[in-house]
């Protein structure tokens, strides 16, 4: 006999979810503490490449189901295989993956609920702003297996200082939320129970804002960090030029003038 409808639950290994703006995609392998197989990583990249394209989105909240955010790869089916083209494949298709989240013209914030080690923890750090319950722990706890975590030692060394990164690299110890938030992996640390809320506070405040400046703010945010402080101040000069010749960039200023409520139209 199959379940009454309003009890069936979704056995999608991710789930998305469009209100407002924001779009919500969860992590759904609860049992397995939402490890980063081929599968799920494969199903983020199909939902990021869409929401690549869909002007409605406005904001990416990147969450978890069950009692952790991400432990990293599923190490088991890592050690299903001992060819290193199959390994390489995989780290290839995560690098992927949060490349992506950097080139989305949306902005994408980490909704962090128990654990985040490993390519979880850099899922976290890759992720434009982060949220976390005050019992989230985070760990690039690699090195306890003999695997230095070289794939999230990018996200996390442009994140937070050299030695704080590589104390954790190297002894793969886990920090709290609060000590996160202090290292700058996360913006902000709030009550398990008011991490949704908060999350969609942040998120909403986003949307009000020009989606054309953001846009063009983001990609301007990292580019800038590969440069040297000239070429750096040449290219920001440059993108505000563009930016103040757009039609956001002078109704807000008129609207600030005037004091009224903008009226944007991400152009």
Same mark, same amino acid.
């Given at each position: 006999m @199959?379940?009454?409808?309003d009890?069936?639950?979704d056995q999608s290994?991710?789930l ?5 703006g924001i ?8 049992a397995?503490?939402?490890a ?5 990583l494969?199903?983020?990249? *199909? #939902?990021l490449?869409d929401?690549?394209?869909?002007d @409605? ?11 952790a ?14 060819e ?5 494949a ?5 690098s992927?993956m949060?490349l992506?989240i ?8 980490a909704?962090?609920?128990g654990?985040?080690?490993?390519a ?9 702003l982060?949220l976390?319950?005050?019992? &989230?722990r985070?760990?690039? @706890? ?7 975590c070289? *794939?999230?030692?990018v ?6 200082g050299?030695?704080?990164?590589l104390h954790m690299l190297? *002894?793969?110890?886990?920090? &709290?939320?609060? *000590?996160?938030?202090?290292?700058g992996?996360?913006?902000e640390v709030?009550?398990a129970a008011?991490?949704?809320? #908060?999350?969609? #506070? ?6 009000a804002r020009s989606a054309?400046?953001?846009?063009l703010?983001k ?11 000239s070429?750096?101040? #040449? ?5 505000m030029a563009?930016?103040?010749? @757009?039609?956001d960039?002078?109704e807000?200023?008129?609207a ?12």
């Amino acid at each position: 006999m @199959s379940a009454p409808a309003d009890q069936v639950i979704d056995q999608s290994i991710l789930l998305r979810e469009d209100s407002d703006g924001i779009t919500t995609l969860t992590l759904n392998r609860p049992a397995q503490y939402n490890a980063l197989s081929g599968e799920l990583l494969t199903e983020l990249q *199909t #939902a990021l490449d869409d929401i690549n394209q869909d002007d @409605s989105v406005r904001v990416v909240v990147i969450a978890a189901n069950g009692k952790a955010f991400c432990p990293g790869h599923d190490l088991k089916e890592m050690r299903a295989s001992e060819e290193r083209e199959v390994h390489q494949a995989l780290f290839n298709k995560c690098s992927k993956m949060m490349l992506t989240i950097n080139q989305l013209p949306q902005p994408v914030i980490a909704r962090v609920n128990g654990i985040a080690t490993a390519a979880g923890c850099q899922l976290v750090a890759n992720c434009d702003l982060a949220l976390a319950a005050e019992d &989230s722990r985070f760990a690039v @706890s690699g090195i306890n297996v003999g695997l230095f975590c070289s *794939t999230p030692a990018v996200p996390l060394s442009r994140n937070m200082g050299r030695k704080q990164a590589l104390h954790m690299l190297l *002894t793969g110890d886990f920090i &709290s939320a609060q *000590t996160a938030q202090q290292y700058g992996l996360v913006n902000e640390v709030v009550p398990a129970a008011e991490l949704e809320q #908060a999350t969609i #506070a942040l998120a909403k405040k986003i949307v009000a804002r020009s989606a054309h400046a953001i846009k063009l703010g983001k990609e301007m945010f990292y580019r800038q960090l590969t440069m040297d402080l000239s070429e750096a101040y #040449a290219y920001a000069s440059e993108r505000m030029a563009c930016n103040m010749d @757009s039609h956001d960039a002078r109704e807000g200023i008129d609207a600030f003038i005037q004091k009224r409520k903008p009226e944007w139209i991400g152009k």
